[in-house]
C-alpha cells in the first residue's frame, strides 16, 4: 500500500488520474496546502466601485481548450448538471450579479469546489473581503487545478481562469490582490460549491485511504 504522503504529492495526483474514479475522489487525496490567514482590512479592489460593467463583471470571449479535459460532458449533459445560472458562467463565461451571489459574503471556514466536478480549488483561509461583490481569493489551493487564459475582449487585458479538469469557467485573475501573493482571483460564486471544514477534512480522510487501496492494487 501506497503511503498517504506519496499519494498526496503532484506525481500521486497525476498517476491517480489515470483511474476511472471520480475528480471529487481523486483530488480528495489533496491537502489543503499553504494555509494562512486571510490579510485585515485590504485595500479595496481596481472593481470595486464599478459593479456589473468592472473587470470583474464582464464575461470572457477566450475560447477555452476542451481537448484535455479529465471530465467530459456533451452540452445537454451540462445543462442537465447544471443549474441555468451555473451553465451560462460555467460553460458560457458568464458573469454573476455582484452581492447577488451565494458566497461573496460568506464567511464560513471551508473549501471551495469546482460545481462542474468537485475539484478543491479555493481555501476559505485565502478568501478576502475585495469589496466587489464576488468571492475573491489571494491563492489557489493547487496551481495545477486552475488554468489560465489572456482575455483582450472589451479594450481590456484580463486574465481568464477556469478549471483545469472539467474547463469551467470561473472568473479572473487581477494583479491588485492583498499580500501576501498580491493577486485577486475573483470568481463567480455559481462556479463554486462550498464545503464546511469538518466536512472536507472527513471526506479527504475517508476518500484518501480509498485511493491508496485502489492505488495498492495497481
Ligand atoms: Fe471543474
Redesign the pocket.
Given at each position: 500500500m501506497l503511503p498517504l504522503s506519496k499519494l498526496a504529492s503532484r506525481a500521486g495526483r497525476l498517476a491517480l488520474l489515470a483511474v476511472a474514479l471520480s475528480?471529487l475522489f481523486l483530488f480528495a487525496a489533496s491537502p489543503v496546502m499553504n494555509s494562512k490567514d486571510s490579510p485585515k482590512n485590504p485595500a479595496p479592489a481596481a472593481c470595486a466601485t464599478d459593479g456589473p460593467l468592472s473587470a470583474c463583471g464582464l464575461p470572457s470571449k477566450v475560447v477555452i481548450d476542451m481537448s484535455h479535459r479529465k471530465?467530459h460532458h456533451t452540452d445537454a449533459e451540462w445543462r442537465a448538471i447544471l443549474t441555468p445560472q451555473q451553465y451560462s458562467v460555467?460553460r458560457e463565461q458568464g458573469t454573476e450579479p455582484p452581492f447577488r451571489n451565494a458566497y461573496w459574503d460568506n464567511h464560513q471556514d471551508g473549501v471551495y469546489?469546482?460545481?462542474?466536478?468537485?475539484?478543491p480549488?479555493f481555501d476559505s483561509r485565502q478568501k478576502f473581503d475585495s469589496g466587489t461583490g464576488w468571492p475573491s481569493f489571494w491563492q489557489v489551493i493547487d496551481p495545477a487545478?486552475i488554468e489560465e487564459q489572456t482575455d483582450h475582449s472589451y479594450g481590456m487585458t484580463r486574465v481568464e481562469v477556469?478549471?483545469?479538469?472539467?474547463?469551467?469557467h470561473l472568473g479572473h485573475v487581477f494583479d491588485d490582490g492583498p499580500d501576501p501573493t498580491g493577486l485577486r482571483y475573483c470568481i463567480n460564486s455559481a462556479?463554486l460549491k462550498f464545503i464546511p471544514r469538518a466536512e472536507y477534512d472527513a471526506w479527504v480522510k475517508k476518500t484518501a485511504a480509498a485511493a491508496a487501496a485502489v492505488a495498492a492494487k495497481h
Open positions: 475528480p471530465v460555467m469546489v469546482c460545481a462542474g466536478c468537485g475539484t480549488l487545478f477556469h478549471c483545469a479538469v472539467c474547463g469551467a462556479s
